[in-house]
T-cell receptor
Framework: AQSVTQPDIHITVSEGASLELRCNYS??????LFWYVQSPGQGLQLLLK??????LVQGIKGFEAEFKRSQSSFNLRKPSVHWSDAAEYFC?????????FGAGTTVTVRA | EAQVTQNPRYLITVTGKKLTVTCSQN?????MSWYRQDPGLGLRQIYY???????DKGDVPEGYKVSRKEKRNFPLILESPSPNQTSLYFC????????????FGEGSRLTVL
């Protein structure tokens, strides 16, 4: 079964600095991978997804993610963080008839 | 506007008092599911439904029931709630198999005393 792991529970970053959130997957074949964001008090919103092809995926809100098979990773990045990026971020992959989510990484943005 | 609507958004109840959390979608999606979110555990699937009258258990179905009598609605039923069901619940819909995007409701925060 396909699963994902997010090693970082909490990350604090300064506004304007770069951000990278880690996601590791476990699956032999090419996985489907997603990143979702949950703003405080809100549901989850899809940031980007990877199915195949170009390993660098562009998403909404200025985010991108790179699929690296050699490292079994699908890390999310943003070059310059805004205060509104403070949220919880989830990596996910399909598993049978559901999405399996990582435990999430909470991002705090300091002024 | 595409919407997944959950009600209630917030509820405090007592052990054993049956409750239902409703979920309604206007996107004509066949696939619907329920997740619960707990700190440090991410989201875990409770039940899912591939279509009307077709439902199946997810990872954590104990203590929950669902029904899918019509395409747009997928209520979550807690027949006898217990404190370990205190959680944040999300309903989600999907338009085309596992490759499709999940659309989430805004969540229902349930506290069982």
């Amino acid at each position: 079964a396909q699963s994902v792991t997010q090693p970082d529970i909490h990350i604090t970053v300064s506004e304007g600095a770069s951000l990278e959130l880690r996601c590791n997957y476990s699956y032999g074949a090419t996985p489907y991978l997603f990143w979702y964001v949950q703003s405080p008090g809100q549901g989850l919103q899809l940031l980007l997804k990877y199915f195949s092809g170009d390993t660098l995926v562009q998403g909404i809100k200025g985010f991108e993610a790179e699929f690296k098979r050699s490292q079994s990773s699908f890390n999310l990045r943003k070059p310059s963080v805004h205060w509104s990026d403070a949220a919880e971020y989830f990596c996910a992959s399909p598993n049978d008839y559901k999405l399996s989510f990582g435990a999430g990484t909470t991002v705090t943005v300091r002024a | 506007e595409a919407q997944v609507t959950q009600n209630p958004r917030y509820l405090i109840t007592v052990t054993g008092k049956k409750l239902t959390v409703t979920c309604s979608q206007n996107m004509n999606h066949e696939y619907m599911s329920w997740y619960r979110q707990d700190p440090g555990l991410g989201l875990r699937q409770i039940y899912y439904s591939m279509n009307v009258e077709v439902t199946d258990k997810g990872d954590v179905p104990e203590g929950y029931k669902v029904s899918r009598k019509e395409k747009r609605n997928f209520p979550l039923i807690l027949e006898s709630p217990s404190p370990n069901q205190t959680s944040l619940y999300f309903c989600a819909t999907q338009d085309r198999g596992l490759a499709g995007e999940l659309f989430f409701g805004e969540g229902s925060r349930l506290t069982v005393l």
